[in-house]
C-alpha cells in the first residue's frame, strides 16, 4: 500500500508540475515541489530495487530447492532393490534387481571350471540380475557393457566375456541373467563394493553391497 501511495502521490506532484507554468506562478512553492519531486523519485527507485532483489533471492531460493531435490534423488540401493528407469515410451519402462553378488557360482560356473575365470577364480564376484520389460517397444536385455562394479578403492572390475541368461524379453515379461566381473585383488579382502548401471555415459542407478 506504500508503494502504491508513492506512486500515486509522485503521479499528482508531476501533474501540479505542469500547471505551474504560468506567469503567476509563485518561484517558492515550485521550488518546494521540485524538491519533493526529486525526493518521490529516489524513494520510487529504492522501492524498485528493493523488489528487484526480494524477486532475486526467491529466484535463488528456488533454485537451491531444485538442486537439492536433483541430489537427494541421487539414491544408493541394496541386493533385493528394483530400480525402475522410464523413457519416451513409458514413465516405468524398465525395472532392474541385483539379486545376488558372491562368489556361489552357479551351474553354468560350475560346469566351466576354471576356464570361465581365465585364472582369477579369486578375484571374480557373480552377479545375478533380474530385469522386467514394463512399457518398452523393443525386446531388452542387460549385459557386461552396461553394468559396471568397483571395489571398495573405486577400482573398476574386469567383465569376463561370458553371461549366462541371454533373452531379450518383451513388454510385460521378466528375465534373469549372471555375469561375472574379475577385480584387480582377491574377493575375500573386498568388505564392499559398488555395482552401477551405466547404459550410456552417465550412472542411472548405484546398488551398494556390503559382505
Request: proline residues 2%; negative net charge.
Amino acid at each position: 500500500m506504500k508503494r502504491t501511495w508513492v506512486f500515486a502521490t509522485f503521479v499528482a506532484l508531476l501533474l501540479s508540475l505542469s500547471g505551474c507554468g504560468g506567469p503567476s506562478k509563485d518561484a517558492a512553492k515550485m521550488s518546494s515541489l521540485k524538491k519533493e519531486n526529486i525526493s518521490l523519485k529516489s524513494q520510487l527507485a529504492s522501492y524498485k530495487s528493493d523488489e528487484t532483489n526480494d524477486t532475486s533471492d526467491s529466484s535463488t531460493g528456488d533454485d537451491d530447492s531444485d538442486s537439492e531435490d536433483t541430489a537427494s534423488s541421487d539414491e544408493v540401493y541394496g541386493l533385493g532393490d528394483e530400480v525402475d528407469f522410464s523413457s519416451d515410451d513409458a514413465a516405468k519402462a524398465l525395472g532392474l534387481t541385483i539379486t545376488a553378488a558372491d562368489q556361489n557360482w552357479n551351474a553354468f560356473a560350475t560346469e566351466q571350471g576354471d576356464d570361465i575365470f581365465e585364472g582369477k577364480r579369486a578375484n571374480t564376484v557373480q552377479l545375478q540380475v533380474k530385469y522386467t520389460n514394463y512399457g518398452m517397444s523393443d525386446a531388452y536385455l542387460p549385459d557386461s557393457d552396461e553394468i559396471t562394479v568397483y571395489d571398495d578403492e573405486g577400482n573398476a572390475a574386469t567383465p569376463l566375456s561370458y553371461q549366462d541368461g541371454q533373452t531379450e524379453v518383451t513388454k510385460g515379461h521378466s528375465g534373469t541373467t549372471t555375469l561375472w566381473y574379475v577385480f584387480n585383488k582377491a574377493f575375500s579382502g573386498i568388505k564392499k563394493f559398488t555395482i552401477e548401471y551405466v547404459p550410456e555415459s552417465d550412472a542411472l542407478a548405484t546398488w551398494a553391497v556390503t559382505k
